[in-house]
């Protein structure tokens, strides 16, 4: 990724995009895109993909759905899911990952991600690794990746609180200045670095 994908993505959306891509093999088949009211990533997927969100978008191809509601499919119908940023604004998390688990058909494959250490965005609740694994247990296969650290979160909150300057000599200054740190966790690979105080998770899981 470029430099300015950093500056205008939070650092954490910018692991979530290597991650999708990474594994984006995984993705085949009939898809459902669960909250996808702007798709931005089913590009990258070999796969015939129906995206659903509280906000339909006819031009876009997004049907209207709620996934804490139920969805209008049968059992077993997608080979694959993907839920990308989604959980954090959700109440009904548990009724969602059982809805999740009915629609895969067996040896499907499920992306979730979700955002941790992260700004306000309006959201319901910030859902821990440990309270996810308890929660996936009827899946067959559950691998968990937690995504960025300490350093990462730190760059997220300089770059958000420099954003909010309204001077854009200033914002574009601040920037220049924390950029040498941006060099030292891109130099030395400290994304990779694992700790307590990951960004956020991404999950994925077979039934």
């Known amino acids: 990724m470029r430099i300015a994908d950093y500056r ?21 088949g009939k898809t459902l895109d669960i909250g996808a009211m702007r798709p931005r990533y ?11 969100d509280l906000t339909p978008n006819e031009k876009l191809g997004v049907l209207y759905g ?10 077993n119908s997608f080979d ?12 009904q998390y548990e009724k969602s990952i059982g809805e999740i688990y009915r629609l895969l058909k067996p040896g499907g494959t499920v992306f979730i991600s979700t955002p ?19 929660h996936f247990k009827a899946f067959s296969s559950v691998e968990s ?9 730190i760059w ?11 001077n854009k000599f200033v914002r574009y200054l601040l920037f220049t200045l924390i950029l040498p740190y941006f060099a030292i966790l891109k130099l030395f690979n400290l994304e ?7 960004s956020g998770l991404f999950f994925i899981l077979r039934k």
């Not at 941790?116 to 308890?134: A, N, Q, V």
């Not at 997220?156 to 309204?166: A, G, H, P, T, Y």
């Open 156 to 166: 997220d909150i300089l770059r958000r609180k420099i954003n909010s300057v309204k």
């Open 80 to 91: 694959s899911i993907i839920c990308i940023e989604v959980f954090l604004y959700l109440d």
């Open 116 to 134: 941790f250490m992260y700004r306000d965005t309006g959201d319901s609740i910030r859902l821990t690794e440990s309270f996810f694994l308890r």
């Open 8 to 28: 205008f993505k939070t650092y954490h959306r910018c692991l979530v995009e290597k991650t999708l891509f990474r594994h984006k093999r995984l993705i085949t």
């Open 66 to 75: 709620d996934i804490q509601k139920g969805l209008p499919f049968e059992d």
């Open 42 to 52: 089913n590009h990258l997927f070999d796969a015939s993909v129906t995206a659903i």
């Open 145 to 153: 990746l937690r995504l960025g650290n300490g350093f990462i979160v």
């Open 192 to 198: 990779r670095l694992k700790d307590d105080f990951y």
